[in-house]
């Protein structure tokens, strides 16, 4: 028999139990990857935010008993865009990412500000801003780094 418990925080408690050829009390979107009596991997799919959290593996068979534990950490990539407003500031904003994305604008200038924004969700938005003194707005460009991509 295989079971999957799963502590994340939607739920208190989610077992995935196999036994007498059998499934019962997964969610729609948590099942068997394969067979759980030939592999016991567990397939979540779409994967949300509420499903982090830390999952435990229990196999019980004529071998004996086995624990195994792993972490799900989900990853969101931010959504960016880069905005100028009437007062000559360019706004280069990265939305609701987890874990916060790094934003700055190119080019840099000591007239500049950030501010960061957490959601209840868990996800961050940070924006840069950047202000030009002059009446000639150069070319910006709004530079993002997340783990969830390698574009700018």
């Given at each position: 028999?295989v079971?999957?418990?799963?502590?994340c925080?939607?739920?208190?408690?989610?077992?995935?139990?196999?036994?007498?050829?059998?499934?019962?009390?997964c969610?729609?979107?948590m099942?068997?990857?394969?067979?759980?009596?030939?592999?016991?991997?567990?397939?979540i799919?779409p994967?949300?935010?509420?499903d982090?959290?830390?999952y435990t593996?229990?196999?019980?068979?004529?071998?004996?008993?086995?624990?195994f534990?792993?972490?799900?950490?989900v990853?969101?990539?931010?959504?960016?865009?880069l905005?100028?407003d009437?007062s000559?500031?360019?706004?280069?904003?990265?939305?609701?990412g987890?874990?916060?994305?790094?934003?700055?604008?190119?080019?840099?200038s000591?007239?500049?500000?950030?501010e960061?924004?957490?959601?209840?969700?868990?996800?961050?938005?940070r924006?840069s801003y950047?202000?030009?003194?002059?009446?000639?707005?150069?070319t910006?460009?709004?530079?993002?780094t997340?783990?969830?991509?390698?574009q700018?």
């Amino acid at each position: 028999m295989v079971t999957w418990k799963i502590k994340c925080s939607t739920c208190s408690l989610l077992a995935c139990r196999s036994d007498h050829n059998e499934t019962r009390n997964c969610s729609e979107r948590m099942m068997w990857k394969y067979s759980p009596d030939s592999d016991p991997a567990l397939r979540i799919y779409p994967v949300n935010l509420g499903d982090e959290g830390n999952y435990t593996c229990e196999i019980a068979s004529s071998a004996g008993n086995f624990l195994f534990f792993s972490s799900l950490t989900v990853i969101v990539p931010p959504t960016v865009t880069l905005t100028c407003d009437k007062s000559r500031v360019a706004v280069c904003q990265a939305s609701a990412g987890k874990p916060a994305a790094d934003t700055s604008c190119i080019p840099a200038s000591n007239h500049g500000t950030k501010e960061e924004v957490h959601h209840p969700n868990g996800t961050v938005t940070r924006v840069s801003y950047i202000g030009w003194v002059n009446s000639m707005l150069p070319t910006a460009a709004c530079l993002v780094t997340h783990p969830a991509t390698n574009q700018t």
